[in-house]
């Protein structure tokens, strides 16, 4: 049973800073991997999609990594903004499945 | 149409009775999902659907879960007989399907549900 576990729950950092958000998943056998944002008491909004073939995404400020072989994927956010605080969730889309597994979340605070 | 809508967004019931809701994919889509967000935990998956077929369904879906999508267009997730631990945020999902393996899926806002 494929499991995502996402550290830290939760992050709060000043503006400007680039920080590093992790999610690590159990079995390797992936289609893709999806990093999302949600913010408070609404849906989830895809930032970037990394293909199982692929080790980095790039949108603006936002750098996502994969390395399936380790189970390990990173969000990378430059140069943070109060306007990127929210909840990022990863999501899993493992082989033979028509789902997305997702982890728990990191709830990040940028403080003005 | 720019995004899934979700109807309705809010939902206060006691609990025994029963609810409907509502999710209206991106038009040209023929994948649909849903899913379930309790409070600081990620969405779970309950079920999906390809076009009408409903070809996948999580065992987080009890008999008292029943989710349709007639036509292939819009789909209804009800819920009988609730009890409080239905209280959650359930998510709307839908999907093209493309040449890759598996496309980006968008969400909709979410119906809150609230049974006391």
């Known amino acids: 049973k494929q499991e995502v576990t996402q550290i830290p729950a939760a992050l709060s950092v000043p503006e400007g800073e680039n920080l590093v958000l992790n999610c690590s998943f159990t079995?390797?056998?992936?289609?893709?991997l999806q990093w999302f944002r949600q913010d408070p008491g609404k849906g989830l909004t895809s930032l970037l999609l990394i293909q199982s073939s692929q080790r980095e995404q790039t949108s603006g400020r936002l750098n996502a990594s994969l390395d399936k072989s380790s189970g390990r994927s990173t969000l990378y956010i430059a140069a943070s903004q109060p306007g990127d605080s929210a909840t990022y969730l990863c999501g899993v889309w493992e082989q033979g499945a028509q789902k997305l597994v997702f982890g728990q979340g990191t709830r990040l605070t940028i403080n003005p | 149409d720019t995004g899934v809508s979700q109807n309705p967004r809010h939902k206060i019931t006691k609990r025994g009775q029963n609810v409907t809701f509502r999710c209206d994919p991106i038009?040209?889509?023929?994948?649909l999902y849903w899913y379930r967000q309790t409070l600081g935990q990620g969405p779970e998956f309950l079920t999906y659907?390809?076009?009408?077929?409903?070809?996948?369904k999580s065992r987080l879906l009890s008999d008292r879960f029943s989710a349709e999508r007639p036509k292939g267009s819009f789909s209804t997730l009800e819920i009988q007989r609730t009890e409080q631990g239905d209280s959650a945020m359930y998510l709307c999902?839908?999907?093209?399907?493309?040449?890759?393996?598996?496309?980006?899926?968008?969400f909709g806002p979410g119906t809150r549900l609230l049974v006391l």
């Open positions: 999902a839908s999907s093209a399907q493309g040449p890759l393996p598996q496309e980006t899926q968008y």
């Open positions: 659907f390809q076009n009408e077929a409903q070809l996948e």
């Open positions: 079995d390797s056998a992936i289609y893709n």
């Open positions: 038009s040209e889509h023929n994948r």
